[in-house]
């Protein structure tokens, strides 16, 4: 653990991190697999599961219409983001040019630093058809872009763990992630020993620059012409596990031990083991 408390990582706590680092545990994120449950999400246009995948079609169109998107078979990507440095928006927006004459189209959803939301804005406007933004924040929009976009893009600098890659788990909506913290944890890179076990979820850049971001999302475009390989990363994707039950256990795996140590030392600790008792439950 302590190698990996690099300042580059860090974002200033890497110190802290390195003089706890016996201390440290990591544990990922869990979602709420009802609210975030394509099956019944009253978000969306069409509802689906693992086995009907195709039904995320009227999905797709249905986001083609709010984002004034050109109909067609081309890679459309989303992003649900803070429009800020830490999430890599500054890196995408320099170079959303290139993205758009790759073919990808993008819907863009977030708000952020207001240089930055000018930035997609005006690629917007140069991009009719092929990229479209719409700044602030729609829980309802961020179900329908999970529910119908090939790929979400998340090229995170640092990234403790995240929560919009485990939706897009969920939804089919293949993660193209930075190679970064719960990121990484996360999402099984589509390298070729992972799609022959079918295995692969998502994919992988890093680090962040120009060259692993537009190759990456080149190697997404390929990928997502091949329509079998593709629907298996998003039914791969679908049968994670990443509910609160899984990170909840190892919760209480950690608090119990918190408590095997302290009465190995004191008496008593009742307030840690009421602790164990609530998250078990």
Known sequence: MRTRCTGEWGMGLDGLLRARGDALQGIVNGIDMEEWNPATDPALSARYTVKGIAARRRNRAAIERSFGLDADDSLLATIISRLTWQKGMDMLAAHIDAIAHMGIRLAVLGSGDAALEGQFLAAASRHRGRIGVKLGYDEKLSHLLQGGADAIVVPS?????????????????????????????????????????????????????????????????????????????????????????????????????????????????????????????
Not at 228 to 251: L, N, P, T, V
């Open 157 to 281: 600098r640092t990234e403790p763990c995240g929560l919009t890659q485990l939706y897009g788990l969920r939804y089919g909506c293949v993660p193209i992630v930075t190679r970064t913290g719960g990121l990484a944890d996360t999402i099984i890179d589509a390298n070729e020993a992972a799609l022959g076990a079918g295995v692969a979820t998502g994919l992988h850049m890093g680090p962040l620059t120009p060259d692993t971001l537009l190759g990456t999302l080149g190697r997404a475009q390929a990928l997502h012409r091949d329509r079998e390989s593709w629907a298996g990363i998003q039914r791969a994707g679908m049968k994670a596990d990443f509910s609160w039950d899984r990170s909840a256990g190892r919760y209480a795996r950690l608090f119990q031990r918190l408590v095997d140590a302290k009465a190995h030392n004191q008496a008593d600790a009742p307030a840690v083991e009421d602790l164990v008792e609530s998250v078990a439950a």
